[in-house]
């Protein structure tokens, strides 16, 4: 988990300019409360066998931020999730600038799958190079 979250903050400040870094990767202790959350939303809980929640924290410039995933995930899902919700999260506290910033356009870089890689691209010109964030040929399924 810890190198997936590396090699999503070394793609972010390439693409951004911006310095992101990782401040760690814990397990989460999800408690009672949790239990309580699920009653309350009448769900059920993921049975502990099936999930390892975790936090990876971030610094994007100044700014801290948490992303929870399950490290249970695959190397590739698990790149995936953590891109999704710090991009989502940096957005939001940058105004709506597009993060990761697409070259020349408007909108940000999108995260997408090229075989078994996983590659932020343009959503519109594919004449922009695609930087590489994970290859499940080349990284197995490691977590």
Request: contains cysteine; proline residues 8%.
């Given at each position: ?17 911006i310095?992101v ?39 994007v ?83």
């Amino acid at each position: 988990m810890r190198e997936v979250a590396d090699r999503l903050a070394a793609s972010l400040t390439v693409l951004s300019g911006i310095d992101v870094n990782v401040s760690d990767v814990s397990p989460v202790d999800l408690g009672p409360q949790t239990r309580e959350a699920a009653i309350f939303l009448g769900q059920e809980l993921t049975h502990p066998h099936d999930a390892i929640p975790c936090a990876a924290r971030f610094s994007v410039g100044s700014v801290e931020h948490t992303i929870h995933v399950n490290a249970k995930d695959g190397f590739c899902e698990v790149a995936r999730d953590l891109a999704a919700g710090l991009a989502d999260e940096v957005s939001t506290d940058i105004w709506g600038q597009p993060f990761p910033p697409c070259p020349d356009h408007s909108h940000p870089r999108q995260l997408n799958r090229r075989g078994a890689a996983l590659v932020w691209q343009c959503p519109r010109d594919e004449t922009h190079a695609p930087v590489l964030l994970v290859d499940r040929d080349k990284d197995g399924g490691r977590r």
